[in-house]
């Protein structure tokens, strides 16, 4: 459920209607819902009642600072993946003991200001990178609070370039070497063991895969019992999949309740790092039509955004609703969605049924994750602004960039004499 809705012929974001958006803040541009921020969050909080939890919102799904705070606002932790994405969560009122820290690559120095600020838990997911950290944190007098990311070799059932948890991906630690990683990080002096984590990949829609691998790090966890390892959490990442087009994807709580069912004896907190789930369906992306392309094969239609705002069509080849912001009568054709960037994979959607005139405003539904985030000035295009609306009011919570922004840390050889 989400809080976007035809009201009086026109599309708003909660009570907004979102051509007074692109008015104001022209196009392209990202809008928000608050409402639905808040809502997807506590389905979460709600689903997990009665189960010690904290939901650590992935960063990398949507790093907006407004966003963020809402979160944090909401109580909510955060899984970070870089030294930026901590800055950001600081900067947005995010409490540092409430943050993970997950990626294959964490530099020394991403290290030491985590260890500095004082954050929950590094997900480790090397030996190398435990021996740097176990260094790291004996520099500093500290012990580092660890869990290791499981590789459990499962199949998420998503797409390659998003599925994390076979043995092939570069993430985590297989399964069967983790053991012996736990007894290392006993023997280094500078770790605190804290718990387990894994995440398997992301867009899941069926459970299974997920909790045939909480079963392997649940065995995991047994077995490091018996050595004398004890946990004291349990990390089962993010992934939670969302309806782009007619995807059934299970709800928080069927997601919490096969949790409540596997974790039924044993009493540890549960940290989870759901993005997509939280923030994709609270989101659009708003574009004009700036012309129809009618050839002999093809109608295009031609919009100002484009893949270097939204990449998620060109890269994965993901299918997201595109809807007209004022749906107009007569007759549709079928448009391929297309921006102004050189590339043929320049599409926000193909072969989309539609009623269009020029200078038409759409909205390409569930942008709200893995969309600003992964965007890029390819073509010399600034960045679209981002919105975030709240009731009856908007925020403009981030400006568009302009083509200065772009150049302003360039510069040219010296003038040859
Ligand atoms: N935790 C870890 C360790 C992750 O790697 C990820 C996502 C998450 C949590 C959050 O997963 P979510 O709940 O959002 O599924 N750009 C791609 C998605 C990449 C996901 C990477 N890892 C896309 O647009 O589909």
Redesign the pocket.
Known sequence: MDHFDLRDGVLHCELVPLTEVAEAVGTPAYVYSRATLTRHYHAFANALEGIPHQVCF?V??NSSLAVLNVLARLGAGF?I?SGGELERVLRAGGEPGKVVF??VGKTAGEMRRALQVGIHCF?VESGPELELLNAVAGDMGLRAPIAI?VNPDVDAET?P??A?GLRENK?GVDIAAAHALYLEATRLGHLEIRGVGF?I????TRLTPFTDALRRVLALADDLERDGIGLAHIDV?????VRYRDETPPEPADYAAALRELLADRNWPVLL?????IAANAGVFLTRVELLKHTAHKDFAVVDGAMNDLI?PA??G?WQEIVPVSPRNGESRRYDVVGPVCETGDFLGRERELVLAPGDLMAVRSAG??GYV?ASNYNSRPRPPEVMVDGDRYYIVNRREQVDHLMMRESMLPVAD
């Open positions: 992935a990398k799904a899984d993946v997950s990626g997900n990311r797409h370039y998003i994390t993430f995440h990949g992301s867009q899941l990442g993010g992934g939670l999949g790092e759901p993005g997509r789930a998620r890269l994965y993901a994750a893995y992964m």
